[in-house]
């Protein structure tokens, strides 16, 4: 990595030496540079989440997306939603939280 990379670690508790480390690399949006991050497995969505905020020096309401699924319990763990070493998480973030008919499918009324 080069030293302009941008790398965060976390501790939550702390880590035993046998907890697995994560490489993550965030992709927010539509910019054009991932965040890379290393932290542990044990990390909570809601965390990760903070870190990418702080990260981007923005506010607002961020969801993450790994493996064509949405992280959406804030206290699961990455290891729990099956993020591995090396992932893309894929990062949408809006100024407010969206509303429940913006994320019903479209045809779910017919």
């Known amino acids: 990595m080069s030293e302009q990379t941008s790398l965060l670690q976390i501790r939550v508790d702390p880590v035993?030496?046998?907890?697995?480390?994560l490489s993550l690399r965030a992709k927010v949006n539509c910019?054009?540079?991932d965040i890379p991050f290393r932290l542990p497995s044990s990390t909570t969505v809601r965390q990760f989440k903070?870190?990418?905020l702080a990260e981007l020096k923005e506010e607002g309401w961020l969801r993450l997306i790994h493996s064509?699924?949405?992280l959406s319990n804030d206290d699961d763990t990455l290891a729990s939603c099956k993020v591995t070493d090396g992932a893309f998480v894929h990062c949408v973030l809006t100024?407010?939280?969206p509303t429940a008919?913006?994320?019903a499918p479209a045809d779910a009324g017919e």
């Open 31 to 33: 910019r054009v540079k």
């Open 95 to 97: 100024e407010c939280r």
């Open 50 to 52: 903070v870190l990418i």
């Open 68 to 70: 064509g699924k949405m």
């Open 16 to 21: 035993s030496a046998d907890e697995e480390m």
């Open 101 to 103: 008919a913006a994320m």
